[in-house]
């Protein structure tokens, strides 16, 4: 193993641990030895995520004239998995090990005749295609007539809405539907921490187009999704757009892009943006019976409005976001750890902290958290020595902690620490939340 290995390697148990111990990510059902491929998300980690999904809902719909939101059902019947072609071609190639019983994902291995398990060579069955979509039943009959499906993304309830969303928005093409949600998927091999999971969550955005100007919307959003990465945190030589090649095009797509961020096990996919044409309406319009056309009045033509979809996983995003923001620094002789995280996506924007346990200084801490809690999410900390306390923000990404002490009895002011610089100054009670906003907003 090569040094940049080891040191991805590194990376990855750094995270994995960081995640646990500061309550970012937990294993999901632990007391009961774990389910595989499930986590819960700490009191860290829920604010990072809805840090994460805001930043994208801030950019792709609150600062757009052209794109509404939608959050569409999680159960659907099997009609509408039957007419986007999910139940006959949502599958991933299933090979089992004679040997050890070891089930894989035959297009993942990296031989294609070796188990991974336990190393024998030839010991596969034959392929044979597996559907990743879960099934159960609606109401209280088991049987064939009560099956409904968990959805295995969130686009489709944004296609059976377009005429819905069409009509009371008031827009038309280009416009966009947005959603983010929940999406399950019965994965072969899932794995990489909460990269590859059975539960996950998505962002994603339909943007409806006419058919000729297709090709320009979809650069244009390639390079919208690449920038909003860059804006909050990753580096340039950290994440790169890779066209698809026309082997790798899904059955619905004329022109797919994947933005891939380097992770410690090599360059995976974060988002898709996929030029999918009119398959999705016109499918549905068939099977469904109902018009899902778009008609222009302005040319006198009906047409099936083509969709480019810039799909992205929230907690693969998270994650990523961790993973680039992960420093260590010596100081002092001394290793310090931090998360430098975008103000924007940090679980907390502040830290109020007591010099002490005295009560003339909880006092005066309490109100200053009062201050600042209607505006940013803050955390409240009065124990362990004050270098510890400023190492725990550290780690957790906290930008800035300010420290209520005695001299803030006589002055009325608060010392602010920079979380990336270490620096810092007083500021006055009364003047702390103009500071802040200065820094933070």
């Not at 380097?262 to 360059?267: I, S, V």
């Amino acid at each position: 193993m090569g040094k940049s290995d080891q040191s991805a390697n590194n990376l990855f148990d750094k995270i994995v641990n960081l995640s646990k111990r500061r309550g970012f990510v937990f294993q999901s059902a632990e007391i009961y030895g774990g389910f595989r491929s499930t986590y819960d998300y700490g009191p860290l980690g829920v604010l990072l995520l809805r840090n994460v999904k805001e930043a994208w809902w801030q950019a792709m719909v609150q600062q757009r004239h052209d794109v509404v939101g939608l959050d569409a059902a999680i159960l659907s019947p099997p009609q509408v998995w039957e007419a986007s072609g999910h139940l006959a071609n949502f599958a991933d190639p299933l090979v089992d090990c004679t040997h050890c019983n070891a089930r894989h994902r035959q297009d993942r291995l990296v031989d294609p005749n070796k188990c991974p398990t336990c190393g024998t060579t030839g010991s596969f069955t034959e392929a044979r295609e597996f559907n990743l979509m879960f099934k159960t039943h609606a109401g209280p009959m088991v049987d064939s007539s009560a099956e409904v499906y968990l959805r295995p993304e969130t686009a489709q309830g944004i296609f059976t809405n377009f005429v819905n969303v069409l009509q009371t928005s008031r827009k038309k093409p280009p416009f966009g539907i947005a959603q983010i949600g929940k999406s399950f998927r019965n994965e072969i091999t899932p794995g990489n921490f909460v990269f590859r999971t059975r539960e996950f969550e998505q962002m994603e955005m339909e943007f409806f187009v006419p058919p000729k100007d297709a090709d320009y919307w979809f650069d244009y959003w390639c390079e919208q999704r690449l920038a909003w990465y860059l804006s909050l945190g990753i580096n340039a030589d950290e994440i790169r757009l890779r066209p698809h090649q026309s082997d790798e095009l899904s059955h619905y797509s004329s022109k797919t892009s994947d933005l891939e961020f380097r992770f410690p096990w090599g360059w995976d996919e974060l988002e898709g943006i996929a030029n999918r044409g009119d398959f999705d309406l016109s499918v549905h319009a068939e099977h469904s019976g109902e018009r899902l056309t778009y008609f222009d009045q302005a040319n006198n033509a009906r047409y099936f409005p083509y969709v480019i979809e810039p799909a992205a996983g929230a907690t693969r995003a998270a994650m990523a976001f961790l993973m680039a923001a992960y420093h260590e620094e010596v100081v002092d002789g001394n290793t310090r750890t931090l998360l430098r995280l975008d103000p924007r996506l940090a679980p907390y924007k502040l830290a109020v902290l007591p010099l002490s346990n005295k009560g003339s200084l909880i006092k005066i801490a309490h109100e200053v958290f009062d201050l600042v809690k209607f505006r940013w999410m803050a955390d409240y900390d009065q124990t362990q020595s004050i270098g510890k306390r400023y190492a725990r923000q550290d780690e957790i990404g906290t930008p800035y902690c300010v420290t209520i002490d005695f001299d803030t009895i006589t002055d009325g002011a608060v010392t602010v620490r920079e979380r990336d610089t270490r620096q810092q100054q007083r500021v006055a009670i009364a003047e702390i939340q103009g500071f802040l906003a200065q820094r933070l907003d």
